[in-house]
């Protein structure tokens, strides 16, 4: 006899998870993530040069995702890491580590409040 449940795709999973189905971030209220600063300077993973507004993220993130912070400074998803394959890591571009120290250590400590644009 045929099974007559309703069968969940990974689409259907995917949105009750609140993710896409390529099992990506997509717009919510918020999120918490650990935040780090880098120095680096060179070409992104999505083949950009860093500079100001780049973030390395966790590849739950898509390529081009866009986040504010709660201070209303934005960056956007164009550089990966080694921190995690979840949503739990912005690592912010900065010019020196003196920046990275003041201007995301000195403002969000280890974890920030960031918010999904696009």
Not at 8 to 28: D, E, F, I, K, M
Not at 68 to 87: A, H, W
Not at 98 to 116: K, L, M
């Amino acid at each position: 006899m045929r099974d007559a449940r309703p069968k969940r795709t990974l689409a259907a999973l995917a949105l009750l998870a609140g993710v896409g189905a390529s099992g990506v971030a997509q717009a919510q209220e918020s999120l918490t993530v650990r935040t780090t600063y880098y120095v680096d300077r060179g070409t992104t993973h999505s083949g950009t040069q860093t500079r100001a507004g780049v973030a390395a993220c966790s590849w739950g993130f898509a390529t081009g995702t866009v986040l504010r912070f709660s201070d209303g400074r934005t960056v956007t998803c164009e550089d990966r890491g080694r921190l995690g394959n979840d949503q739990g890591w912005v690592d912010v571009w900065v010019p020196s580590l003196e920046v990275g120290r003041r201007e995301i250590a000195g403002v969000y400590g280890t974890h920030a409040t960031v918010e999904v644009l696009r």
